[in-house]
């Protein structure tokens, strides 16, 4: 069974940094492009980082570029984002996603996501 | 950037149809991807590729593309599929490549 599982979420301060985990299991992690997306409170989806099977290339979108980075470690099955300089519009459910294989991007692959507060 | 429109709500009676449009500039040249949340879960593809299934998916859920609009469809609606829905592409023209759509929530009467 492919599973996909977030920790790291945490109450934080503007300015602070939080590490978020993924790890995964039930798939050949190594082989699969992974990304995250997150969830404001009561708002819709919003893809933030990609990073593809060896690591690079790696993408953001423009508000988290410099302040975000997605990592990730095939030997260990687990994906990573060091979020660094928080503020708070990062606040959001983050969930970490596995890229379909054979489909034009599509996500098929989620896990239930771990909840980020900055808040002053 | 690239947007994705979708109505904020549809409302359905059990056994009847529902379809969900998502509207893009040429949405029919992309694949469009159709995922479903439920309150407090994470979201489920749902449709992909326009009108693929995924394993497990139900054939009530179908998926259709052409000019400016995708729409997913669900026939004989069932209460489990109260849930909002999202549309989703791959566009490479601005920072956010993988481009969701505003979400539709589905409403079983």
């Known amino acids: 069974e492919v599973q996909l599982v977030e920790s790291g979420g945490g109450l934080v301060q503007p300015g602070e940094s939080l590490r978020l985990s993924c790890a995964a299991s039930g798939f050949t992690f190594r082989s699969s492009e992974m990304n995250w997306v997150r969830q404001a409170p009561g708002k819709g989806l919003e893809w933030i980082s990609y990073i593809s099977t060896r690591g690079s290339p790696k993408y953001y979108i423009d508000a988290v570029k410099g302040r975000f980075t997605i990592s990730r470690d095939n030997a260990d099955n687990s994906l990573s984002l060091q979020m660094n300089d928080l503020r708070v519009e990062d606040t959001a459910v983050y969930y970490c996603?596995?890229?379909?294989?054979?489909?034009?991007?599509?996500?098929?692959?989620w896990g239930k996501g771990t909840a980020v507060t900055v808040s002053p | 950037s690239y947007v994705l429109t979708q109505p904020p709500s549809v409302s359905v009676a059990p056994g009847q149809t529902a379809r969900i449009t998502c509207g893009g500039d040429?949405?029919?040249?992309?694949?469009v991807h159709w995922y479903q949340q439920k309150p407090g879960q994470a979201p489920v593809l749902v449709a992909s590729d326009d009108s693929d299934r995924p394993p497990g998916i139900p054939e009530r859920f179908s998926g259709s593309n052409s000019g400016n609009t995708a729409t997913l469809t669900i026939s004989r609606v069932e209460g489990g599929d109260e849930a909002d829905y999202y549309c989703?592409?791959?566009?490479?023209?601005?920072?956010?490549?993988?481009?969701f759509g505003t979400g539709t929530k589905v409403t079983v009467l």
């Open positions: 040429n949405i029919g040249s992309k694949s």
């Open positions: 989703q592409v791959w566009d490479t023209s601005t920072d956010h490549l993988y481009v």
């Open positions: 996603a596995r890229e379909a294989p054979g489909t034009s991007m599509a996500l098929d692959a």
